[in-house]
């Protein structure tokens, strides 16, 4: 339940990135022995990826601070079958392929589930995998993989992915770094989140270069060493406080966030009026005066991510003017918009584009969470909309945030958890 706030004051930490500690926990199937991830986020995806890994021979524990220990069996010893009830769960969950297949020479995963917004095929991780000897069949539901090798093992190859996809991209480098000979992943996607997993592989004894450009090159080795690393901090979760600085004004201060790895979305909120910068405190929002309107386009990384568009939009209903929403990436993610009408917001739809047109305030009603970022959107509209917003299936919502009503009250957000 979210009541009108007024300005907001206060400090919170990001925490560590969803989208780095799922390929993180994957990876630790690549070598066996104990291994050691901090600044791991307490959500419910990090629970799924750990049953996940218990599933296929591994053991995990949560311990405390934010310290994750999975300790990987032998590759005889390993399961290679990710079962469906947890793939359907989270989409993510299809990063095992490549660990499994390089590991253990074969590996059967359900087709992924996850968030509803559209298909996400993963014809870019198999075709990746079958250029590296890797063979496919799809059959109820699964797709097995064997490796097509003498030796068993994944082999060295030139792959041009045809889109920047993330997951693909960390699938193909978890799956190249135990190849024999070189892998060059052309296109690959530039996410801090992808060089937050290659500086992991590396101290696990890697050798990996180039990541965090669209040219990555990996030199397979015969065996990696368990390690120690403490997740990247949550660009996502951090841009979600800025524009709650944004919608409600005051100072937000975001004291894990790094502003490098939001350089569009710094830019996209100085134009609307929101003033982001580097403090030593941390990633500092202000905001005075009525939003602004500007038109806005996902891109891959390093333009305006995908994930951002929903905050984005919020703040564009209560924005001065009017701007055009263009989704370039996933189709279906404009399934939020009803919800923000009927809280009063006035944006229409046309298949990729949305156009909104800014009012002087929102009204609260009932809505419901489609996936994580669409809920945590509706939640920060609750914040300037007069009278009680409701915002029901916010269990998304817990798949990517520790605890979002407690942070935002922090800052002095009415917002409450029934």
Known sequence: MVRPSGPLQGTVRAGGAKNSVLKLMAATLLAEGTHALSNVPDIVDVEIMADML????????????????????????????????????????????????????????????????????????????????????????????????????LVGSHVVLEYPSHTATDNLLMAAVLAKGTTVIENAAREPEVSDLAAYLTSMGARIRGAGTSHVEVEGVDELAPASHT???????????????????????????????????????????????????????????????????????????????????TMLTVA?????????????????????????????????????RGVPRLSGAPVRATDIRAGAALVLAGLVAEGETVVSDAHHVDRGYEDLAASLGALGAQVQRR
């Open 54 to 153: 218990r599933a296929l021979g591994a053991s995990v524990a949560r311990q405390p601070g934010g310290r994750l220990v999975v300790e990987s069996p032998a590759a005889d010893e390993l399961v290679p079958e990710a079962p469906y009830e947890l793939v359907d769960r989270m989409r993510a969950s299809i990063v095992v392929l490549g660990p499994l297949l390089a590991r253990c020479g074969r590996a059967r995963v359900s087709m992924p589930g996850g968030d509803d917004f559209g298909g996400r095929p993963i014809d870019f991780h198999l075709g990746g995998l079958a250029n590296m000897g890797a063979r496919f069949t799809t059959a109820h539901g699964n797709v097995d993989g064997a490796v097509d090798s003498g030796a068993g093992r």
């Open 231 to 313: 997740v990247v901090p949550d660009r996502v979760v951090a841009a979600t406080y800025l524009a709650a600085a944004g919608l409600c004004g005051g100072e937000v201060v975001v004291e894990d966030a790094r502003i490098e790895h939001m350089t569009m979305l710094v830019r996209k909120l100085g134009a609307m009026g929101v003033r982001v910068e580097q403090r030593p405190a941390g990633v500092v929002a202000t905001r005075e005066g009525r939003l602004v309107s500007v038109d806005v386009a996902t891109l891959p990384y390093p333009g305006v991510a995908t994930d951002y568009k929903p905050f984005l939009v």
């Open 320 to 356: 001065d003017g009017v701007a055009i929403v263009t989704e370039n990436l996933f189709a279906g993610r404009f399934r939020y918009i009803d919800e923000l009408r009927r809280m009063g917001a006035d944006v229409r739809t046309e298949g990729h584009h949305a156009v909104v």
